[in-house]
């Protein structure tokens, strides 16, 4: 194979190494992106998903926290068709090398850990995601509007309700959407054109970039330190609108919400844009004559003998007799024992409610949604009915 031949126009490197505390529980022994979604899914595999669609054959995906389950999760990548020869999808962990650290100390820091390995490809462009957002976009159209306004650097962005813009990294541009300012997490935002933490750059500007941030004492961050100097430079920096849907799922209760607008709509826009995921090769679920199912995902190898409400339960559930779950995510390979009640909660996987046991309380009260680690075992409170 030739050096022309080896060279791809974009790669795409995933940033999949943070813990993502704001989940509590659910992240104390997994990376966020390997977290379940949807009954069948892990958030990762909607960039990977992405990426595929748009024909970004070549993934880098970069892991430090918890990464055991993700890296077996990912395997060879051969469930997203990313079991290539040359390409496809690459673990990259951190790594000691002349002179440097083991740790990624930053996002901008974790891309330029491995400029080796994206200069194998030589690509023009670089693609640059977060791995724990759910939306589907495909980033051929981006990399067209990149080319198209001759950006060095594009920011896809979507208007998100003001009161919440302060979360988010905002951009202020001009009529033709150039970038004239970026305000990292803004105390007081002056619009609502919030970043979606995806990138694309042209990649001999950014690796510039990458090697001066690496010598700075900064945050080594993309928001904080590469998009500012970019600004401050003058590069041509533009936004990218987006109208899909995209959900930021890094607290329990907008994880709890994305699952829950599954029910409103199955398919949230990836009509004619299947998602890839790692099947659990389960048998048909089952819902006994004393089961009773209404506005519920089920998926593989579930066992109804209850009652499920509102709900989005994963492979291998099992809801006993006279069960209740109403309002929940049921994370792979729970139990509720006989007339136990779960309600508005997420439960992680390997769980089990004993018999009669009780887990959250009714969403009408205006509490939070209730979480419970996995492997945990409920037992009926002494006392109750």
């Not at 909607?46 to 993934?59: A, E, K, Q, Y």
């Amino acid at each position: 194979m030739s050096p022309t031949d080896r060279k791809k126009e974009c790669i795409a490197m995933l940033l999949a190494g943070g813990r993502g505390s704001r989940l509590g529980p659910l992240t104390e022994e997994i990376a966020k992106p390997a977290v379940t979604f949807g009954g069948k899914y892990r958030i990762i595999d909607f960039p990977l998903t992405n990426c595929v669609r748009s024909g970004i054959d070549t993934v880098g995906v970069m892991t430090q926290y918890q990464p055991l389950l993700l890296h077996d999760y990912i395997g060879k990548g051969q469930d997203w068709d990313l079991d290539l020869l040359y390409g496809g999808v690459s673990i990259l962990p951190p790594h000691h090398t002349p002179g440097s650290t083991a740790w990624y100390s930053g996002t901008a820091n974790a891309v330029y850990q491995n400029i080796d390995f994206i200069d194998r490809f030589d690509p023009e462009y670089l693609l640059v995601l977060a791995a724990d957002h759910v939306y589907k976009m495909d980033y051929k159209e981006m990399l067209e509007h990149h080319k198209k306004v001759e950006a060095d650097c594009t920011i896809a962005v979507l208007e998100v309700p003001i009161e919440d813009a302060s979360r988010f990294g905002i951009l202020n541009t001009d009529p033709n959407d150039r970038v004239v300012e970026f305000e990292e997490k803004p105390e007081k935002p002056k619009n609502n054109l919030a970043s979606m933490g995806i990138y694309i750059f042209n990649w001999s500007v950014l690796c510039k970039y990458l090697k001066e941030d690496a010598k700075a004492d900064s945050e080594h961050d993309f928001g904080q330190n590469i998009l500012p100097n970019m600004l401050a430079d003058g590069k041509r920096m533009f936004a990218y609108r987006f109208d899909g849907y995209w959900k930021d799922v890094g607290t329990e209760e907008s994880l709890w919400q994305a699952n829950m607008d599954l029910l409103d709509d199955m398919h949230l826009g990836f009509e004619g844009w299947p998602l890839l995921s790692k099947s659990a090769g389960r048998p048909p679920h089952y819902v006994a004559p004393t089961g009773s199912v209404k506005n519920t995902l089920i998926t593989e190898g579930c066992e109804i003998y209850g009652s499920v409400e509102n709900s989005v339960l994963s492979a291998g559930v099992i809801v006993e007799e006279g069960a209740k779950v109403i309002d929940s995510v049921i994370m792979e390979n729970i139990r509720i024992g006989k007339d136990g009640t779960v309600q508005y909660a997420i439960l992680d996987e390997n769980t089990v409610v004993g018999e009669g046991a009780s887990v959250g309380e009714p969403r009408e009260k205006g509490g939070k949604v209730t979480v419970v680690s996995r492997c945990s075992v409920i037992e009926r409170e002494e006392g109750k009915a």
